[in-house]
């Protein structure tokens, strides 16, 4: 079992970029230890800024130092990031075109007990609908790194969302084939498909091993680039199967599942069945009790499929 989280990878990418590239600075609100990165808030003290809990300023602040030819990741909860300061990122990173990666750190329901003010079930949904901001949630720490390299690369504004826990592997180092915003096809299958992202990625996989075990031939796509969509390989899985299944860790509305839909509904019409958050107050927990509460799991993903296939 995994014991390394997605943050902790993105402390690990900074660190090894940053003795070479000065240019690497990293804002916190308050989150340095949360967000993982006191290692490198300890290593290059004059590359790093405690912003204290004002969001609002930290995506101000590295949008200013984007356009002084620095290269800002500003590290924050989710659930503040992607509300508290959306003007913000709005305004003086996406219309602007800042080089800004914005980190949603313990996204979805990491948060388990502090309930509804800390899960970010609306961040896919509000950043995603900005113009310019792109939007992504890696499923395992090998993902992580491999798309903080990439986007290490570029110099446009970007989100992505990791949870709080560590999650289990995916991929491995060897078989960790990244291509920037191209969704990962992780088992073919024609007669269902499963599109996920973040951390339901793993839930879809093995839901599909059980899935198989009745004769059931599922497809699972890896869509961790919700924004910019990877249409070639939503409506390729479209095209094969009878009907699809989209499962994430966010509202039900305004989602990856919602973008799914409407672009299989207007190129494609198939069955789809979008598992995620209710549309309403999520319950408390931990996150696998949530999780398993709203069948976001194994056996409900599985579950959902049969009724789509009329099992």
């Given at each position: 079992?995994?014991?390394?989280?997605?943050?902790?990878?993105?402390?690990?990418?900074?660190?090894?970029?940053?003795?070479?590239?000065?240019?690497?600075?990293?804002?916190?609100?308050?989150?340095?230890?949360?967000?993982?990165?006191?290692?490198?808030?300890?290593?290059?003290?004059?590359?790093?800024?405690?912003?204290?809990?004002?969001?609002?300023?930290?995506?101000?602040?590295?949008?200013?130092?984007?356009?002084?030819?620095?290269?800002?990741?500003?590290?924050?909860?989710?659930?503040?990031?992607?509300?508290?300061?959306?003007?913000?990122?709005?305004?003086?990173?996406?219309?602007?075109?800042?080089?800004?990666?914005?980190?949603?750190?313990?996204?979805?329901?990491?948060?388990?007990?502090?309930?509804?003010?800390?899960?970010?079930?609306?961040?896919?949904?509000?950043?995603?609908?900005?113009?310019?901001?792109?939007?992504?949630?890696?499923?395992?720490?090998?993902?992580?790194?491999?798309?903080?390299?990439?986007?290490?690369?570029?110099?446009?504004?970007?989100?992505?969302?990791?949870?709080?826990?560590?999650?289990?592997?995916?991929?491995?180092?060897?078989?960790?084939?990244?291509?920037?915003?191209?969704?990962?096809?992780?088992?073919?299958?024609?007669?269902?498909?499963?599109?996920?992202?973040?951390?339901?990625?793993?839930?879809?996989?093995?839901?599909?091993?059980?899935?198989?075990?009745?004769?059931?031939?599922?497809?699972?796509?890896?869509?961790?680039?919700?924004?910019?969509?990877?249409?070639?390989?939503?409506?390729?899985s479209a095209r094969k199967v009878k009907a699809l299944v989209t499962v994430e860790e966010h509202s039900v509305?305004?989602?990856?599942?919602?973008?799914?839909?409407?672009?299989?509904?207007?190129?494609?019409?198939?069955?789809?069945?979008?598992?995620?958050?209710?549309?309403?107050?999520?319950?408390?927990?931990?996150?696998?009790?949530?999780?398993?509460?709203?069948?976001?799991?194994?056996?409900?993903?599985?579950?959902?499929?049969?009724?789509?296939?009329?099992?």
């Amino acid at each position: 079992m995994n014991k390394i989280p997605n943050r902790q990878v993105i402390c690990d990418v900074l660190l090894e970029h940053a003795k070479e590239d000065r240019d690497i600075v990293v804002l916190c609100s308050d989150s340095r230890g949360s967000a993982s990165l006191s290692g490198f808030a300890g290593a290059f003290p004059t590359q790093f800024f405690e912003m204290g809990i004002a969001e609002q300023s930290l995506v101000s602040t590295a949008a200013g130092l984007a356009r002084g030819g620095k290269k800002p990741f500003a590290a924050s909860p989710a659930c503040f990031l992607s509300t508290r300061s959306m003007e913000q990122v709005k305004v003086d990173v996406a219309y602007s075109r800042t080089n800004v990666k914005l980190i949603g750190i313990s996204g979805g329901v990491s948060y388990g007990a502090l309930g509804m003010t800390h899960h970010s079930a609306q961040d896919i949904a509000a950043l995603g609908s900005i113009p310019g901001m792109r939007v992504y949630l890696p499923s395992d720490r090998h993902q992580t790194r491999a798309l903080m390299e990439a986007l290490l690369q570029d110099d446009k504004p970007a989100y992505i969302r990791v949870g709080r826990n560590p999650v289990e592997d995916i991929y491995t180092p060897d078989s960790m084939k990244f291509e920037l915003d191209q969704a990962v096809t992780l088992c073919e299958g024609d007669d269902l498909a499963i599109i996920a992202c973040g951390e339901m990625v793993k839930p879809a996989v093995e839901a599909a091993k059980l899935l198989a075990a009745e004769g059931i031939s599922v497809q699972v796509l890896d869509l961790y680039c919700v924004k910019p969509l990877d249409r070639d390989a939503v409506l390729n899985s479209a095209r094969k199967v009878k009907a699809l299944v989209t499962v994430e860790e966010h509202s039900v509305i305004g989602g990856m599942g919602a973008m799914v839909s409407q672009l299989v509904a207007e190129y494609c019409p198939k069955r789809v069945k979008n598992l995620a958050l209710p549309d309403e107050p999520a319950i408390a927990g931990k996150s696998q009790e949530v999780f398993d509460y709203y069948g976001l799991n194994a056996e409900g993903i599985a579950k959902a499929a049969r009724e789509l296939m009329g099992r």
